[in-house]
DNA sequence: GGCCATTGACGAATCGATTTGGCAGTCCCT
DNA sequence: AGGGACTGCCAAATCGATTCGTCAATGGCC
């Protein structure tokens, strides 16, 4: 094993002290003469001492480190959102001095130890991921950050307003004369994707609409099987006006799909997506899409876990919505009302 | 300070043991029998006990976590190059089990505690920054992706084989009738920049060419800023026939320059990038690049330090080079011969 | 029966820090 | 001179695990 090359006993010894006295000096706490603090100091600097964080951390029960939990992470980091997310996340912990850490990850696998953070933010949590189930149980302070799935331990959430993004979609797509709308989101893995799907059906018994629904696998990144999920959706709905999709990847397949179909995205048939992403800008014609703010989010969700572990403070009873802007483009215009059909 | 729910007294309370027994019944090793082992597992399991890394760590001196630096890894996670390595880093640590802490690094403040990780790895080493001096300093193994600069204390590197990817480059501008390159990258900083440009030097002298450098600020992203760059070096150049930038954020500057100055990019003016990007296939014309697979590049680093962290192996002398792939494409074709100017 | 080897379990030290309580010694006041 | 208040420093306990050496009990063998 590894030794400490310098440790607060050495610092002691060279200073004439006791441990004690040295750790207090360093500390600017305890009771002593400014000569023997200043000896411990030059000791300490001599020596180029630096104390063991896990010493440290395993005496006053805090490492200054937040876990970040995600399924997956490894591949995820290919997503503007994670990504942003992170960044944001990594804005929070380094503005108090903490260490951001990646939680291994393998959602088989159970892990025995307890990570060695002061808390723990749990990325877009998934119903079967074990790992983050461990984590809820650990006992160790949690935030999520986005609505966990039925069936999870409580938490504090924060999260984008999914819900009052979508309804602007919705009622200026109605404004557009849509009958027909449909949403592709994810299976009942994902609490966001249920979240939306509610809403979703919510609105069209409100509007007295049909609403056709698919489904797309939580994770599945494949244009191929996104193309096949909406292919078979317009198959089964031809008329379908609308088609509000969850995230950016399904979008590449629904505009194949479309394309193949021989519908035209923005007058034919609208588009929105609920979630951004620099490439929604640029595909033909731009999608119109809901900017989450996963920066803000992340940062969000760093300074309220920071605040639950150093002050104890009681967690925020129900979720935190953070606002969500529509950034409107030709897929479904903000604007002017589109002639549909 | 938050205390321990379960700790392996408790367990060995419950199974009628001492906490030694009890340590060794969980890990395997001593000498008992079945039935006692039996006895702590399942005392374990019903109290749901969970291991503390932080007095493992103490314990052992290994707390199964490495740590990434990186100058401002905050802001640049927005650059493709280090999310790949991100990537690739942590598709290795994980496949050890090990975590991947990214180390708050704020460069003007030096840290005092040494943090809790087995090892390093700092990306793209910079020459001010304090913090990577600190680690280098610290006594814990360090592997650097990319070259330090000059007068960083030594260790063990593993890096992308820029030199031979540039003389790639240059060999095929010659082969084209180029007879005015200019190259412009980092400040001394970098030592991925000197690298460059001394190779750059290194083969005009070798051909008999005359070599125009710039110099960019290290990390600066600004267009502006680089269009300003790249625009005086043209008006001292005005018979600049090659342009070779560093990196891709150097390229939108110099699109933007060479159009201001009415030169027609891959006729005109050759150009070319020492590292590759997704929008740098995007670009007008598509712009010659050099894929450093950073993401192989990371996942060298994780294994090269889990390795010398795990079994004290000698680390390599010399700096480990991967290769690099030149990306060939219209602003500097790898193909038949183009007439220039 | 006497001796040695082996087994099963445990006590105590250890990793490197922090923190509490207390012990001398000094000073001041009456 | 005696008592109280205060100062400067330290010993020891603690955080939660691991590990080494020890020891009593058992078994086998001559």
Known sequence: MRRQTVTLKDVARAANVSPSTASQALSGTGRMTEATRRAVVEAAQKLNYRPNAVAQGLRTGS?????????????????????????????????????????????????????????????????????????????????????????????????????????????????????????????????????????FERWCADQGLPGATGESRFGDLSVAEHRRVIGELLAREPATDLLVLSSEPIVQGALTALEAAGRRVGSDVLLACCGDSPTLAMTAPPTTAVDLHPRALGMACAELLIRLVEHDAEPPEAPVLLPAEVRWRASLPGGARVPLG
């Open 63 to 199: 490492v200054r480190s937040i876990g970040l939990h995600h399924l997956h992470a490894g591949d995820r980091f290919a997503s503007d959102y994670f990504r942003e997310f992170v960044t944001g996340v990594l804005d929070g912990t380094q503005r108090a001095d903490y260490d951001l850490t990646l939680l291994s990850s393998n959602p088989q696998v159970p892990r025995n130890r307890v990570p060695r953070v002061d808390g723990v933010i749990i990325a877009d949590p998934i119903a079967d991921d074990l790992r983050a189930r461990q984590l809820l149980d650990s006992g160790l302070p949690v935030v999520a950050g986005e609505h966990p799935p039925d069936g999870m331990p409580d938490c504090p959430v924060i999260a984008a307003d999914h819900a009052g993004a979508l309804r602007q979609i919705l009622d200026r797509a109605a404004a557009h004369g849509v009958r027909r709308p449909a949403f592709v989101g994810p299976d009942a893995n994902s609490g966001w994707g249920v979240l939306l799907r509610a809403e």
